[in-house]
Each structure stands twice: as structure tokens, then as C-alpha cells.
């Protein structure tokens, strides 16, 4: 099956940096991909929409200049957590329909954001 | 809107036990509903599907039919394994739209003891 693979796995980085999330489809195009957010013990929350070669359409609620998306090309997609604070630790997944196949979304691994 | 309510968790059984987790749903149209799995520290995996009113999803044991006229889509499983401990989501998607968003119902964690 489709593969969707995320880098880094687990990040920690310092209050007021910048963290970069890749996510990437191995083995198959994805013009859209799913960004969501996982809190301890709760459900999956999207975050924002990535479409190649245009902008992200952002979920209510989320500040689209602090989570800033870009999806370069048909394999990756890019999130970058700006100006990072603590409450913004939390589980990252992306995920993306597999090429051809709307009944089946494929999750990356996930990564892990720490802000100390 | 569309949602997905599950039974809420934890879920804890013994070996070989019988399990169910209830899921209903509320969309426009005609969605597909999925089963989808989270090992710790993992991210999520599709366990079954269906795309239309009485179709039966079934993989690693476990089924789930999709019953329109309950708007249910309950997850079952005869005999559990310690192996099967997990957080297990119901979703859906919508029929209409281009960008196939799926909605996610908030996860039930399943604990299977030896």
C-alpha cells in the first residue's frame, strides 16, 4: 500500500524557534494533504488542507501565520510551527488520499513537538 | 454538519473476549466509514471500510457493517488479542466535495489484559 512518511519523528525545541515538519508521499503523487493535530488521550483535529502549488485552506480557529504550510511539490508537504510555545506541543500527523483512490487515506507516523 | 459519535473509553477485556465499539454518524448523502486504528506512538492505520449502505468492512478479524437506516457503523471483533490494544476511531467522508476531509469521532481506547 501508499506509504506516507513524516521528518522528524520527535522534536524539541526551545520556546520562540521555529520547527519544520515534513511530510512526504513515497511512493505515489498527493496533490492534497491533511495536516492534523493530536492532543494526550483525544481525537485527531485537522488543522489545514495542503494543495500543490497553491495555498492551505486553514481550519477555523487556526492561526494560518503560526502554522505556516507549504506544499512544494506532488511528495511534500511542509509545516512549520513559528515562534513556538509551549502549548504548542502536541502529536503532528499528515496524511494523504492515495493516488487514484479516494477511499483510503494514508497517515504518516506522526511527530512528536516538545517546546521547552 | 458531519459527525461521528463513538462510545467513549477506556475499553478494558480479557483475552478472547467479545468486543464492540458503537459508532454512529450524521452526514448529508451517502458517506463512506471507516475503522481506523492508533498503536502507541503511532500514527493512524486504516483497519476496514465501506462505501455503501450494507456493505460489510472485515480485516484482522474484525467487521463493521454499515446500517443506513441506524446510521451506525459499530466495530466488532469475536475474540480479542492483547495484541489488539489500541485507540480505534470511526470516520467518515463526505459523498459531495473535492476535497475528501474525513470527520473523526473522538477515539476509544481499547486495553486487552493476558
Known amino acids: 500500500g501508499a506509504v506516507v512518511s513524516q521528518h522528524p519523528s520527535r522534536v524539541i525545541c526551545k520556546s520562540g524557534t521555529s520547527v519544520k515538519i515534513e511530510c512526504r508521499s513515497l511512493?505515489?503523487?498527493?496533490?492534497?494533504m491533511f495536516w492534523y493535530r493530536q492532543f494526550p488521550k483525544q481525537s485527531l483535529m485537522l488543522m489545514a488542507t495542503s494543495n500543490e502549488g497553491s495555498k492551505a485552506t486553514y481550519e477555523q480557529g487556526v492561526e494560518k501565520d503560526k502554522f505556516l504550510i507549504n506544499h512544494a511539490s506532488l511528495t511534500l508537504s511542509t509545516l512549520t510551527v513559528t515562534s513556538a510555545h509551549p502549548e504548542d506541543s502536541s502529536f503532528y500527523i499528515c496524511s494523504a488520499w492515495g493516488s487514484g483512490d479516494s477511499y483510503e487515506q494514508y497517515f504518516g507516523p506522526g511527530t512528536r513537538l516538545t517546546v521547552t | 454538519g458531519n459527525s461521528v459519535t463513538q462510545m467513549e473509553g477506556p475499553v478494558t477485556l480479557s483475552e478472547e473476549a467479545f468486543l464492540t465499539i458503537n459508532c454512529t454518524y450524521t452526514a448529508t448523502g451517502y458517506p463512506s466509514l471507516f475503522w481506523y486504528v492508533q498503536y502507541p506512538g503511532e500514527g493512524l492505520q486504516l483497519l476496514l471500510k465501506?462505501?455503501?449502505?450494507?456493505d460489510k468492512g472485515s480485516n484482522k478479524g474484525f467487521e463493521a457493517t454499515y446500517r443506513k437506516e441506524t446510521t451506525s457503523f459499530h466495530l466488532e471483533k469475536g475474540s480479542v488479542q492483547v495484541s489488539d490494544s489500541a485507540v480505534y476511531f470511526c470516520?467518515?467522508?463526505?459523498?459531495?466535495?473535492?476535497?475528501?476531509?474525513?470527520?473523526f469521532g473522538k477515539g476509544t481506547l481499547l486495553t486487552v489484559n493476558p
Open positions: 470516520a467518515l467522508k463526505d459523498s459531495g466535495g473535492s476535497n475528501y476531509k474525513l470527520t
Open positions: 465501506a462505501t455503501k449502505a450494507d
Open positions: 511512493d505515489f503523487q498527493a496533490t492534497t
